[in-house]
């Protein structure tokens, strides 16, 4: 339960319906959380958080026209105070690093266990970090080394990672 035996008010964002219908039902079960609001992309979640004031934002990581650091930099734009869980199929820490870079509370494995994603949930509501346990420790070390020492993927800038995703996902250059 949160700090104040209240639910933890949460929106869930997920392009999926049916994703953010399961994740809705499985949460309110718990009886720790309260889902106030549903968003299907990036621009409804910030609109909704604004109006709705939650406690807590579970984004996903892959929304249509906006990626996760983008979002989670607008959210906390507008609602300084909510705390952001980003929920992923994505397993490369470069993903993680990115969203926590921007901002980001917390990062987890859509793969985890339901009661780890209650665990994430309130512990980015009490202010801590969390870090998937699939992919933590990997995160620990990347971003302990100097980033003068990263290669790859990791020393790319934002908008340079930003231009191979899209062209992973088939976007053209014109």
């Known amino acids: 339960m949160s700090l104040l035996n209240a639910p933890i008010r949460i929106v869930l964002a997920d392009d999926h319906e049916m994703v953010r219908e ?3 039902r499985i949460l309110e079960a718990s ?3 309260r889902i106030v609001a549903q968003a299907g992309n990036g621009e409804e979640a910030i609109e909704i958080t604004r109006s709705s004031q939650p406690d807590v934002v579970v984004l996903d990581y892959t929304l249509p026209e906006q990626d996760a650091p ?3 930099e607008s959210l906390l734009k507008a609602v300084p105070s ?3 869980l980003v929920l992923t199929v994505h397993e490369n820490i470069h993903y993680a690093v990115r969203v926590l870079e921007s901002g980001a509370h917390g990062y987890l494995i ?3 266990a339901v009661e780890e994603l209650v ?4 512990a980015v509501y009490q202010g801590r970090i969390y870090l998937s346990q699939k992919i933590s420790d990997e995160v620990l070390q990347h971003l302990r080394r100097p980033k003068r020492e990263r290669v790859g993927l990791e020393s790319l800038s934002q908008r340079e990672f930003d231009f191979l995703r899209l062209l992973g ?3 053209s250059l014109q």
Not at 119 to 122: F, P, R, S, V
């Open 22 to 24: 399961a994740l809705a």
């Open 70 to 72: 983008q979002i989670v």
């Open 169 to 171: 996902s088939g976007k």
């Open 31 to 33: 009886g720790k959380v």
């Open 110 to 112: 859509k793969s985890a």
């Open 82 to 84: 909510v705390k952001i």
């Open 119 to 122: 665990e994430a949930i309130d």
